[in-house]
T-cell receptor, first 112, second 112 residues
Framework: TQLLEQSPQFLSIQEGENLTVYCNSS?????LQWYRQEPGEGPVLLVT?????EVKKLKRLTFQFGDARKDSSLHITAAQPGDTGLYLC????????????FGKGTLLTVNP | SQTIHQWPATLVQPVGSPLSLECTVE??????LYWYRQAAGRGLQLLFY??????ISSEVPQNLSASRPQDRQFILSSKKLLLSDSGFYLC???????????FGQGTRLTVV
């Protein structure tokens, strides 16, 4: 069974601070995705990383895929209250496996 | 563009009653379809996935079943609900392997 461990589970910071959340596994994934979910709604895709060592930027969000494709990080610069939400990573192992394996998420609260 | 519809948004059902949650996708053909359950706003547990009409794979033994009577329709059912079936149920679709998933708005099920 492939597992994705996300840390920290909970994070509460002040507006303007920087933060990094992590997604780690002992398994190799062909791609890894980050989603953001608000209460009562479905997750929304933020980014997909595919190549080991890949870095993608989405405004104030920076995503990195580990060289070995087993881990990933999400860094947010100058966090804003609108960044509040549950951040989920999901790994896709490729081949004939059609399943996405999700981590348990990091619940981020940005206080004004 | 593709859209996914999931209903109802909320549902309160007594123990022992049947369940039917429906999910439909528009704007695409032959999607991979998924049912997830999310407990307490945390990680997503994959319940069922389908790669085609009538093809259902179950991830965990449980009181639930799934069916795909049409290409873009995915139904989650139960003959007799248990209290432990309460949760947030999410339907998702993906274009194929190694691709991201797109989620519906979710159904909050409370079994009383």
């Amino acid at each position: 069974t492939q597992l994705l461990e996300q840390s920290p589970q909970f994070l509460s910071i002040q507006e303007g601070e920087n933060l990094t959340v992590y997604c780690n596994s002992s398994s190799v994934f062909s791609s890894l995705q980050w989603y953001r979910q608000e209460p009562g709604e479905g997750p929304v895709l933020l980014v997909t990383v595919v190549t080991g060592g890949e870095v993608k930027k989405l405004k104030r969000l920076t995503f990195q895929f580990g060289d070995a494709r087993k881990d990933s990080s999400l860094h947010i610069t100058a966090a804003q209250p609108g960044d509040t939400g549950l951040y989920l990573c999901a790994g896709e192992s490729g081949g004939s496996n059609y399943k996405l394996t999700f981590g348990k998420g990091t619940l981020l609260t940005v206080n004004p | 563009s593709q859209t996914i519809h999931q209903w109802p948004a909320t549902l309160v059902q007594p123990v022992g009653s049947p369940l039917s949650l429906e999910c439909t996708v528009e704007g695409t053909s032959n999607p991979n379809l998924y049912w997830y359950r999310q407990a307490a706003g945390r990680g997503l547990q994959l319940l069922f996935y389908s790669v085609g009409i009538g093809q259902i794979s179950s991830e965990v033994p449980q009181n639930l079943s799934a069916s795909r009577p049409q290409d873009r329709q995915f139904i989650l059912s139960s003959k007799k609900l248990l209290l432990s079936d309460s949760g947030f149920y999410l339907c998702a679709w993906a274009p194929g392997v190694n691709t991201e998933a797109f989620f519906g708005q979710g159904t909050r099920l409370t079994v009383v």
